[in-house]
């Protein structure tokens, strides 16, 4: 990125609360994420099963549609499972751009989620802020923690790209409602914004957005036969101490795909 480039992200995040950048990745290095997660999932290939702590279906109960278009799946701790990835173009890239756009960052967490064609659930409205159980409340301000959006191809509207409401990190923590996923899981979902005040992002794979946990935002069902994949990377100021703890306490998995 040039100077102008870096101070440009850093104003919208201030300003919006998150921030578009695109041709940050060839497409060779977002090929070879979309082939890691492949061989990912053939590493773990026993079925998804309810409480499954590292393998969920996101997806939620929707009226009419059938179980198959409910699918939206999710890796949790991908960079534990596979620490390949952390050696891949893609998270050095974005390791410098953290570092360049607020100062020295860490690797936190990170997770892929993955909607097959058709896929009629959505990741309902919220702030990322809502499900953080660890440290929450210190990184909620400015730029201390950010999360990377890193798309795995061209996403468009009809696919699901990320959606949000500009300047609604400056409102602090909003109410969330509790619902639950097929899986059993919890997830949160905070109101519906009106939409005059929502930005849809559609992006090009070797792109990627930015926000901050404050910052509302959603995406949509995906409406193409095409798989939409996105891999979700977040940074913070407190990352190494944030893994330390999760190590010592087992939270964080083993590696089940080796280098």
């Given at each position: 990125m040039?100077?102008?480039d870096?101070?440009?992200?850093?104003?919208?995040?201030?300003?919006?609360g998150f921030?578009?950048?695109?041709d940050?990745?060839?497409?060779?290095?977002?090929?070879?994420?979309v082939?890691?997660?492949?061989?990912l999932?053939?590493?773990?290939?026993?079925?998804?099963?309810?409480?499954d702590?590292?393998?969920?279906d996101?997806?939620?109960?929707?009226?009419?549609?059938?179980p198959?278009?409910?699918?939206?799946?999710?890796?949790?701790?991908a960079?534990?499972?596979?620490?390949?990835?952390?050696?891949t173009?893609?998270?050095?890239?974005?390791?410098r751009?953290?570092?360049?756009?607020?100062?020295?960052m860490?690797?936190?967490?990170?997770?892929?989620?993955f909607?097959?064609g058709?896929?009629?659930?959505t990741?309902?409205?919220h702030?990322?802020i809502?499900?953080r159980?660890l440290?929450?409340?210190?990184?909620?301000g400015?730029l201390?923690?950010l999360?990377?959006?890193?798309?795995?191809?061209d996403?468009?509207l009809?696919?699901?790209?990320m959606?949000f409401?500009?300047g609604s990190?400056?409102?602090?923590?909003?109410p969330?409602l509790p619902?639950?996923?097929?899986s059993?899981?919890?997830?949160?979902?905070?109101?519906?914004?009106?939409a005059?005040?929502?930005?849809?992002c559609?992006i090009?794979?070797?792109?990627?957005?930015i926000?901050?946990?404050l910052?509302?935002h959603?995406?949509?069902?995906n409406?193409?036969?095409?798989?939409?994949?996105?891999?979700?990377?977040?940074?913070?100021r407190?990352?190494?101490m944030?893994?330390?703890?999760?190590?010592?306490l087992?939270?964080a998995?083993?590696?089940?795909?080796?280098?």
């Amino acid at each position: 990125m040039s100077a102008f480039d870096v101070a440009t992200a850093r104003s919208s995040l201030i300003r919006d609360g998150f921030t578009v950048i695109r041709d940050a990745f060839s497409a060779r290095s977002v090929e070879e994420i979309v082939e890691i997660h492949r061989l990912l999932v053939a590493a773990l290939d026993d079925p998804v099963r309810p409480g499954d702590r590292f393998r969920m279906d996101m997806g939620r109960g929707l009226a009419g549609a059938g179980p198959a278009r409910l699918s939206q799946h999710e890796i949790r701790y991908a960079s534990n499972l596979a620490p390949r990835l952390m050696a891949t173009e893609v998270f050095v890239r974005s390791q410098r751009l953290v570092d360049a756009i607020a100062g020295p960052m860490h690797f936190a967490f990170d997770h892929i989620i993955f909607k097959p064609g058709h896929s009629a659930t959505t990741t309902p409205w919220h702030q990322d802020i809502a499900y953080r159980k660890l440290g929450g409340g210190a990184h909620a301000g400015g730029l201390a923690r950010l999360h990377l959006w890193i798309p795995l191809q061209d996403t468009s509207l009809e696919q699901g790209c990320m959606e949000f409401v500009p300047g609604s990190h400056r409102a602090g923590v909003m109410p969330h409602l509790p619902f639950t996923r097929i899986s059993g899981t919890l997830g949160r979902e905070a109101a519906v914004p009106q939409a005059g005040e929502r930005v849809a992002c559609p992006i090009e794979a070797g792109g990627l957005t930015i926000h901050t946990p404050l910052t509302l935002h959603y995406t949509g069902a995906n409406l193409t036969p095409r798989a939409r994949g996105a891999w979700i990377i977040q940074f913070s100021r407190f990352g190494r101490m944030e893994r330390a703890i999760k190590r010592g306490l087992g939270i964080a998995p083993r590696t089940v795909l080796a280098e």
